[in-house]
């Protein structure tokens, strides 16, 4: 490709809308434009990389022989309805209506759609398993898009769905798709972890999310040696609760004016955070349940929801808080609570001489104890683990680190089929709901992720596996004859050993040229300059490394075609 011919608008500023490297670098290196909130047009080389990804996922689908097929993004609302995902996806659903007034959903995942497809079209055993794909693009009214194409709220999806007659069958296929996944993300030059997660809207049980270590990531990742890493969300550590030793004191009203957080009631106490009793009141879809943790832990609201049965559930408001426990906010406590659940978190098992809200204006108790002073109907693990704790695998320290959710992985049971009646018959002509997997990866998360692990001050520095060209051909001068040829020669040398050429032909001064060479980061660098050229020679740079390198003018068609095939080498899974 011949720089004059193509669409590559570079920016020299950084744009003050993007936040992160790989925004502003898919600004600047004229990737990307945005057209509305969290919806971008990609350019000509943001494509031509977004489709480098989509290869590699594909040959990775194939290779495990899952079915590629293209599903509506439209997709009707009865469907949606038969899963009750209408009502529950909530406000990310984004909802549109045909001139007959009937619903439909841009698709934010198939899972109700591809599933439609198999209780029609499969009704043996014989036909198990079946893995079907799309790469498509998806639709998600994200509550806050932020950082380009990383949080989106129209974006490239590949989603994957397998179908089963047994547990057995899906574990199979899960552990396929886990190793498919490694190895389109080693192909994909970035390094990743995968990590137990949480289901969230999707559902089932067991499932696992790829993060690229990436500091502006969103997740955070709890991890130990031991090999355990799990998200924020479910991470899970081992509790120290006392020993039980103490000696319960009597329960006495204490007055604490005006005194409603954790540090307040403790100083003012002259108390550990540890020695009190936090209460929270939630409402759960209109039910309120009184949620205890020791007031040096925060609560994991998923977890917490999981526990609930129920995505619906918020803080109750002060007003709520105040009909419920009799008392303002920040002074509940589950001492005399009635008519309300109360349930806590592990922290406080064997609670002795505790701190609490007296659910009354400034006044709490001390010398709270479990099972005098208060019941609960169940302890759960509510807590929101922090570096430092506990791993309860191995009972090392965990360590953290962020990262960027780029796929995850599912497996459903029969979540979707029993209630969209999605059957099969075994041998014995016995009807079984299919037993189902679900598997996804952000294609343009995945091409934003890349950037944000590959870049430096000067611009982005692709992997050549998903680089948007495999080689850059700079030509300093292009009005000097001798120049302008030996550049068209090389050119059309590795164009004739196909390999990807973008050929800078613009009448440009050097430095500018060099400065978009970088920015754009293609991964090796042919410069015809003058100097070299009356030796004869031009330059090899390596973008990574920096690295230059200067050819007989004659052999850099063969020598650069090597470089290029040892460079993919290294990326080979
Ligand atoms: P997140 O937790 O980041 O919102 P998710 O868990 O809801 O993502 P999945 O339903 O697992 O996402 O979707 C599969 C993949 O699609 C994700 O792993 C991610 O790479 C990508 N993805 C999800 N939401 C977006 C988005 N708004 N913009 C771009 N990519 C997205
Ligand atoms: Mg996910």
């Known amino acids: 490709m011949r720089w004059t011919d193509f669409l590559l608008p570079t920016l020299k500023e950084t744009p003050a809308e993007a936040e992160t490297q790989s925004h502003k670098l898919m600004l600047r290196a004229g990737l990307i434009r945005k057209l509305s909130s969290g919806i971008y047009n990609m350019l000509p080389l943001g494509l031509r990389v977004t489709q480098k990804v989509a290869s590699i996922v594909r040959e990775e689908m194939n290779r495990i022989g899952a ?48 599933t439609d497809i198999i209780r029609g079209e499969v009704r043996s055993y014989r036909q198990l398993p079946l893995t079907l794909y799309q790469i498509q693009t998806k639709f998600r009214d994200e509550v806050r898009p932020r950082f ?27 552990d396929k798709m886990y190793e498919a996944y490694t190895r389109i993300f080693t192909r994909c030059g970035l ?17 696992h999310e ?62 550990e955070p540890r020695q009190l009793i936090k209460t929270i009141v939630y409402n759960v879809e209109g039910e309120y349940v009184a949620v205890l943790i020791r007031g040096d832990r925060e609560i994991n609201e998923i977890k917490l929801a999981k526990v609930l049965g129920s995505p619906n559930i918020g803080m109750a408001t002060a007003e709520d808080i105040e009909k419920v426990t009799g008392g303002p ?4 406590g589950p001492v005399g609570l009635k008519d309300v659940r ?58 953290t680190w962020r990262g960027i959710e780029v796929g995850q992985i599912f497996k459903l049971g029969t979540k979707y089929s ?81 390999i990807q050429v973008l050929l800078d032909d613009r009448d440009e001064r050097p430095g500018n040229k060099f400065k978009d060479a970088d920015l754009v980061g293609i991964p090796i660098r042919v410069t015809v300059g003058e100097k070299s050229l009356k030796e004869g020679k031009v330059e090899i740079r390596m973008r990574k490394s920096g690295e230059v390198t200067k050819i007989e003018k004659g052999d850099a068609v063969a020598h650069i075609a090597e470089v290029v095939r040892e460079e993919k080498k290294k990326l080979e899974a």
């Open 67 to 114: 079915l590629e097929i293209l599903m509506p993004v439209l997709s009707p609302a009865e469907l949606w309805e038969e899963s009750g995902r209408w009502g529950i996806y909530g406000k990310e659903l984004m909802r549109v209506r045909d001139r007959h007034g009937r619903f439909f959903a841009l698709g934010p995942t198939h899972e109700e759609i591809v």
């Open 148 to 174: 380009g194409v990383v949080r989106a709220r129209e974006f490239l999806m590949k989603d994957a769905y397998s179908f089963h007659r047994d547990e057995a069958s899906l574990a199979e296929t899960y």
């Open 191 to 207: 390094r990743f972890g995968s990590v137990e997660a949480d289901s969230g809207a999707i559902g089932g049980d067991v499932t």
């Open 210 to 271: 790829f993060m690229v270590f990436a500091e502006t990531g969103e997740s955070q990742v709890f991890a130990c040696d031991c090999g355990y890493a799990a998200t924020e969300d479910t991470a899970e550590c081992v509790i120290d609760v006392p020993e039980g030793s103490e000696e319960a004191q009597g329960l006495e009203k204490v007055e604490t004016p005006g005194m409603k957080t954790v540090e307040e009631v403790t100083a003012f106490l002259k108390k």
């Open 329 to 332: 906010l920040g002074f509940s």
């Open 342 to 399: 109360i349930i806590a978190d592990r922290t406080v098992t064997g609670a002795c001489n505790m701190v609490t809200g007296a659910n009354e204006a400034d006044a709490h108790y001390v010398n709270v104890t479990l099972g005098r002073d208060f019941e609960v109907t169940g302890f759960h693990d509510l807590v929101l683990v922090e570096a430092g704790d506990i791993c309860t695998r191995c009972g090392k320290p965990l360590g």
């Open 418 to 498: 029993e209630i969209m009646k999605a059957t099969f018959l075994d041998e014995q002509g016995k009807e079984h709901p299919f037993v189902m997997g679900c598997y996804g990866i952000g294609v343009t998360r995945t091409v934003a992720a890349a950037i944000e692990q590959h870049n430096d001050k000067d611009g982005i520095s692709w992997p050549i596996s998903i680089a948007p060209f495999e080689v850059h051909v700079l030509p300093t001068n292009v009005t000097v004859p001798e120049l302008k040829d030996t550049a068209e020669a090389i050119y059309d040398g590795l164009m004739a050993e196909g």
